[in-house]
């Protein structure tokens, strides 16, 4: 418990915010995609291909790895070649189910809906795979 005057309160205090400010960065680009997807489920689709997969470690503001981001760049063409970027987040503690799941999607044909107002926008739903 954290009492009035204790030396220690604003170490806890930081402690706490450095905490939710690391959850805060986890979580944004997962809540960031899910709006994406919602969005582009209207738009015209057209085929596209998971060319190159990724992993970066997140790291939070003690330097620590917090979690993995797997990130997937498929390529299509509306009309004219176009990329796009699919992100999903892991847990420190499940480096290998990263792994495992960015490496299945490797060479992965796919459908993508493409914005019809600017076609170098696009939203791949994953769950359409």
């Known amino acids: 418990m954290i009492l ?3 030396p220690y309160a604003w170490y806890a205090l930081l ?3 450095a905490g939710g400010l690391a959850a805060l960065a986890f979580f944004r680009k997962s809540f960031v995609q899910r709006l994406r997807e919602k969005r582009g489920s209207d738009w015209p689709t057209t085929c596209a ?3 190159i997969v990724r992993i970066s470690e997140e ?3 003690r330097g620590e790895i917090i979690g993995y981001l797997c990130t997937l760049t498929y390529f299509y063409r509306y009309p004219e070649l176009q990329s796009g970027e699919y992100c999903r987040s892991f847990p420190a503690n ?4 990263a792994e495992a799941w960015a490496a299945s999607y490797k060479g992965v044909p796919i459908t993508i809906y493409v914005d019809p107002q600017d076609p170098t926008r696009s939203v791949l739903q994953i ?3």
Not at 94 to 97: A, D, H, L, N
């Open 4 to 6: 009035r005057g204790s």
């Open 15 to 17: 402690f706490v915010l």
């Open 49 to 51: 291909v998971i060319d």
């Open 59 to 61: 790291y939070g503001s």
């Open 94 to 97: 499940q480096k290998p189910g």
């Open 127 to 129: 769950d359409e795979i």
